[in-house]
């Protein structure tokens, strides 16, 4: 049977600033996605990860469905008249559009979807990350579907030696999608020198190469290109397919014990390590730090059980501590260097116009005499 997974998620608010949306914000999209998508859906789950909102849905109509996406945006508008009546920050933050138009895609709210046959077991995983953008899962997804080292499947799990199709975006080009295909392992390179870099290049999608099922699919959005200035980092939303042709679950997760510096936290302007958290937690520290959940799913003909909560087990707790100092480290130098981002990914916010005040001030020293001769 061919189901399609689409989750669709948005910031509509939240409490004290970017922490967390309130409960009945959260009542209020759950509430409108049952009412609304009775003939829709066959199931769905509804959670947060920090300030965003993500509604996980399962259907038969495909992806980019014009109904499936109007009753996420239209769940999401509801939500932010509660948002307004409380007193949310940022109500309606995510909906850069005055009005729906047919897709959600490109108007503010980040899309994950992927339409397969349904395997007669289908584990699959759901990761939700704030304050952060879209390249956060780079090095992850390399190390689990490129890297023996991170995933003895590779070597031991025969259909997995013929290795996965990488698809890459250029997420700065803002007039269509500018993506690029490349196969692990003969391309590893190649990906490297893509993924290195993380606010440009973006992993779209990796798909088996034994078999041609679509293992990931993430949500690529940056919401500075749709709205021409800063408004909020990306959170990107991702689905993970595991077992069997693809990555085992503690191959896909094991990477997240790096806790690797991304873009993000404070002002969505800095460098700070991603850390793993328990499903609905909110953010703190700095506006952060960066945070990833994952819930775990099984499915049978769309029904979705129960969520597990990945990073909930205790192991977890270690890589917290380890990313705290790590981001405890990082915000002892400030501004400085590498602590903030660099200057193209800083070019939608205010410090534009303060460079370029500072720039009239600038002047050039006239040459003194005894420099002119000294050689
Ligand atoms: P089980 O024997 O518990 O099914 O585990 C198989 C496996 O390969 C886990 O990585
Ligand atoms: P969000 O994108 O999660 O709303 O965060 C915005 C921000 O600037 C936090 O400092
Ligand atoms: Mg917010
Ligand atoms: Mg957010």
Not at 5 to 26: N, Y
Not at 215 to 227: E, M
Not at 291 to 296: D, F, G, K, Q
């Amino acid at each position: 049977m061919d189901i399609t997974l689409s989750i669709i998620k948005a910031d509509i608010g939240s409490i004290g600033g970017h922490i967390s949306p309130s409960q009945r914000l959260l009542e209020t999209v759950r509430a409108q996605v049952t009412e609304h998508g009775k003939a829709l859906l066959i199931d769905s789950y509804i959670s947060h990860t920090g300030d965003d909102i993500a509604i996980l849905m399962t259907h038969k109509r495909g992806v980019g469905d014009g109904a499936i996406h109007k009753l996420a945006w239209e769940a999401f508008m509801a939500g932010t008249e509660v948002a307004r009546k409380q007193g949310l920050y940022g109500a309606g933050q995510d909906l850069l559009k005055e009005a729906f138009s047919g897709n959600v895609r490109g108007m503010g709210p980040a899309v994950a979807e992927m339409e397969f046959e349904e395997r007669p077991n289908e584990p699959f995983l759901f990761f939700a990350a704030d304050k952060t953008d879209p390249g956060c899962y780079n090095l992850a997804l390399y190390l689990a579907f490129a890297d023996p080292m991170n995933t003895p499947g590779l070597m031991l799990s025969p259909p997995m030696d013929k290795g996965f199709r990488f698809v890459i975006m250029d997420v700065s080009n803002t007039e269509g999608d500018r993506v690029i295909e490349l196969n692990a392992p003969e391309d590893l390179y190649d990906i490297a020198t893509l993924l290195r870099n993380p606010e440009r290049y973006v992993i779209e999608s990796i798909w088996s190469r034994a078999d041609g099922g679509q293992a990931v699919s993430l949500s690529t959005s940056r919401l500075h290109n749709i709205a021409g200035k800063y408004t909020g980092k990306d959170d990107p939303v991702m689905l993970v397919r595991v077992q069997k042709t693809f990555p085992a679950t503690g191959e896909i997760v094991a990477p997240y014990a790096v806790g690797p510096y991304v873009a993000g936290a404070m002002r969505g302007s800095h460098q700070m390590p991603l850390m793993p958290v328990q499903l609905n937690s909110g953010i703190s520290y700095f506006d952060g730090p960066p945070v990833v959940s994952c819930a775990a799913f099984a499915m049978h003909e769309g029904i979705l059980t129960e969520a597990v909560d990945v990073f909930a087990h205790p192991f977890w707790d270690t890589v917290r501590d380890s990313v705290s100092r790590k981001a405890l480290d990082m915000r002892r130098q400030g501004f400085f260097g590498a602590a903030m981002l660099p200057m193209d990914e800083l070019e939608y916010t205010g410090i534009v116009e303060k460079l370029e005040a500072l720039d009239t001030r600038f002047v050039i020293r006239e040459k003194h005499n005894d420099m002119d001769t000294a050689d």
